[in-house]
């Protein structure tokens, strides 16, 4: 649990495969009576270049096998989604291997700063409404220079 300008948070890593993470997702939101509306969903996405946030009010899965899961058990895809970029497994990687693999050097030197960003998006989210979000951090990444993360 954590609060955010007096709102009780209820920040989840399900502990299911990620296939089966919509089963965890609407278990907590059941149990503790969270309307769909009020679920923000963050996760990795390997379509999305490494270090870059993509952040929507709703919307399919792209692909991605745990926000299938979420949709699915949801029975909506009506919830703000942040997604992550980890970019593409390099030629001739299997992707079921490549998102298990632990970051490189290089990768494991941004993540604090991705991170950073990622909270801070999640913010302006939660402030200023998901529009707001997009506008201020769809598209960047934090290997662009003027990211303020070296």
Same mark, same amino acid.
Request: charged share 25%; hydrophobic share 35%; proline share 6%.
């Given at each position: 649990? !954590? $609060?955010?300008?007096?709102?009780?948070?209820?920040?989840?890593?399900?502990?299911?495969?990620?296939?089966?993470?919509?089963?965890?997702?609407? !278990?907590?939101?059941?149990?503790?009576?969270?309307?769909?509306?009020?679920?923000?969903?963050?996760?990795? #996405?390997?379509?999305?270049?490494?270090?870059?946030?993509?952040?929507? +009010?709703?919307?399919?899965?792209?692909?991605?096998?745990?926000?299938?899961?979420?949709?699915?058990?949801?029975?909506?895809?009506?919830? +703000?989604?942040?997604?992550?970029?980890?970019?593409?497994? +390099?030629?001739?990687?299997? +992707?079921?291997?490549?998102?298990?693999?632990?970051? $490189?050097?290089?990768?494991?030197?941004?993540?604090?700063?991705?991170?950073?960003?990622? &909270? #801070?998006?999640?913010?302006?989210?939660?402030?200023?409404? &998901?529009?707001? !979000?997009?506008?201020?951090?769809?598209?960047?990444?934090?290997?662009?220079? #003027?990211?303020? &993360? $070296?």
């Amino acid at each position: 649990y !954590a $609060s955010f300008k007096g709102e009780q948070l209820v920040l989840l890593k399900p502990m299911t495969y990620m296939n089966s993470s919509g089963l965890a997702v609407n !278990a907590v939101r059941k149990r503790l009576s969270i309307p769909v509306e009020k679920i923000v969903v963050i996760c990795d #996405d390997m379509d999305i270049p490494f270090g870059t946030i993509r952040i929507r +009010p709703r919307g399919g899965a792209g692909g991605h096998r745990g926000l299938m899961s979420i949709n699915k058990e949801m029975g909506t895809e009506d919830y +703000p989604r942040i997604r992550v970029g980890i970019g593409r497994p +390099p030629e001739g990687r299997n +992707p079921a291997d490549y998102v298990l693999e632990p970051f $490189s050097k290089r990768e494991v030197e941004m993540i604090d700063c991705i991170l950073s960003r990622v &909270c #801070d998006s999640l913010g302006v989210l939660l402030r200023e409404g &998901c529009e707001a !979000a997009m506008n201020r951090f769809n598209g960047i990444s934090v290997i662009d220079k #003027d990211t303020n &993360c $070296s």
